[in-house]
C-alpha cells in the first residue's frame, strides 16, 4: 500500500480525462505548497494508467552512446518506461521516496540559497534531473518553483514524463525534458556552469563509469551548486534487502533491476567526490518499509542512502600520473 502519510492541500483540485493510446490518465492536481511547514507537505501523486505494450511500440527508443552508461539498464527501463506513473507498480517505492527526497533537496538547497517565494520556495533556481525516467521527482521540484531539466538516455521515458507533466498547467514553463546523456549535456557550451542543483536519484548504481559522470556534474554546476544523490550501499545486508527480499522474495521491483557489485558506499562516493571537487555536507540513511509502502530516515547507512555535496568554488587539485 502506497504511503498515506501524503497531506491534502485543497485549495484547488483540477480533474483531467486525456484519452491517449487507448490509455486512460486520470490526474487530481493539487496547487500551493507552503514553505511554512518542515516537510514539503507531501504533494498529491497523481495516477497515470498506460497500455503495457502501445506506448513502447509508439516511441522509438533512442539508445545513446556514453562511457557513462550500460546498455544492459538502460534495456530493463525500456520494458518498464510505461508503467511510470503506475503508483502501485513497479516504481511504487520511488513514489513513496519523494516523501524524504523532495524536503531533503528542498531543505539543504533552502540553507544555501535562502528562501525564495512565498509558495514557491526553489524559485529562481536551475534544477538538473539525470535519469529522470517519468519524472516522478522531476515534477514536484517544478511545482516549488524550480526551473527543471529532466534528462534520460530512454526517449520512451521521456515522452512519458512530457505528457503528464503538461496535464498540470502549473508546470508550464517550469519543467522541460531531454531524451539524451549528461555528457551530450555537458558538450554544450550553454550548459557550462549552468545549474544550481543537479540531482541524481537511484541513478549512480546503473552507471558503467561514475567518474566521467561526477566529472561532467561538476561542469554544470555553479560554483556553490549542490549535488544530490540517493543510491544503495554495497553490503552484505544491501544485497539480502535490495536484492534478495526486493526482487527475489516480496518481488517490489523486477528481478535483475539491480547489480550488487555496482552498489557504492558511502565512504567511496565521498571520497570520489571530494577529488573531485565537491565537498560532500551530508550523508544520511534510508529505510523503505515493504509492508507501509513508506520509508524513513535511519542512522544506518548500510542499505539506502541520501547524500548532498556542493561544488566548491576552486578547481579541484588536478590528478597527475606518477613519474616512473
Known amino acids: 500500500m502506497f504511503c498515506k502519510k501524503f497531506v491534502r492541500l485543497n485549495n484547488f483540485v483540477f480533474k483531467y480525462r486525456f484519452k491517449w493510446l487507448n490509455s ?4 487530481p492536481i493539487n496547487e500551493g505548497l507552503s514553505r511554512s511547514h518542515s516537510s514539503w507537505m507531501g504533494h498529491k501523486q497523481h495516477t497515470h494508467t498506460m497500455s503495457n505494450t502501445t506506448c513502447v511500440h509508439s516511441y522509438g527508443v533512442r539508445l545513446l552512446s556514453s562511457s557513462t552508461l550500460d546498455p544492459a539498464e ?19 517505492p520511488l513514489h513513496a521516496m519523494n516523501e524524504l527526497r523532495v524536503p531533503f533537496i528542498r531543505d539543504n538547497l533552502l540553507t544555501v540559497h535562502g528562501e525564495g517565494e512565498m ?4 524559485a529562481g533556481l536551475r534544477i538538473l534531473d539525470v535519469g529522470c525516467g517519468g519524472g516522478l521527482l522531476t515534477e514536484p521540484l517544478g511545482r516549488m518553483g524550480a526551473e527543471v531539466l529532466g534528462v534520460d538516455p530512454v526517449e520512451v521515458s521521456v515522452r512519458t514524463a512530457e505528457l503528464h507533466s503538461s496535464l498540470d498547467p502549473a508546470l508550464r514553463g517550469q519543467v522541460r525534458y531531454r531524451a539524451c546523456t549528461l555528457e551530450d549535456l555537458t558538450e554544450e557550451d550553454e ?35 549542490s549535488v544530490f544523490i540517493t543510491t544503495i550501499s554495497r553490503t552484505q545486508l544491501s544485497y539480502i534487502m535490495g536484492i534478495v ?7 517490489i521491483v523486477p528481478r535483475g533491476t539491480h547489480q550488487w557489485d555496482k552498489f557504492i558506499s558511502p565512504v567511496e562516493l565521498e571520497t570520489l567526490l571530494e577529488s573531485s571537487g565537491l565537498s560532500v555536507q551530508t550523508v544520511t540513511g534510508m529505510m523503505y518499509n515493504p509492508i507501509s509502502g513508506c520509508w524513513s530516515w535511519q542512522q544506518s547507512t548500510a542499505v539506502n542512502y541520501a547524500l548532498h555535496a556542493i561544488k ?8 597527475t600520473p606518477a613519474d616512473d
Open 24 to 27: 486512460v490518465v486520470k490526474y
Open 74 to 92: 538502460i534495456r530493463k527501463f525500456q520494458v518498464l518506461a510505461n508503467k511510470w506513473w503506475d503508483i502501485q507498480g513497479e516504481f511504487a
Open 119 to 122: 509558495g514557491r520556495p526553489l
Open 191 to 225: 550548459n557550462e556552469e549552468a545549474f544550481d542543483a543537479i540531482v541524481a536519484s537511484e541513478v549512480v548504481e546503473h552507471l558503467a563509469d561514475l567518474d566521467t559522470f561526477v566529472h561532467c556534474c561538476y561542469r554544470m554546476l555553479k560554483p556553490g551548486g
Open 245 to 251: 527480499m526486493a526482487e527475489k522474495v516480496l518481488r
Open 312 to 319: 566548491q568554488k576552486e578547481e579541484p587539485p588536478h590528478q
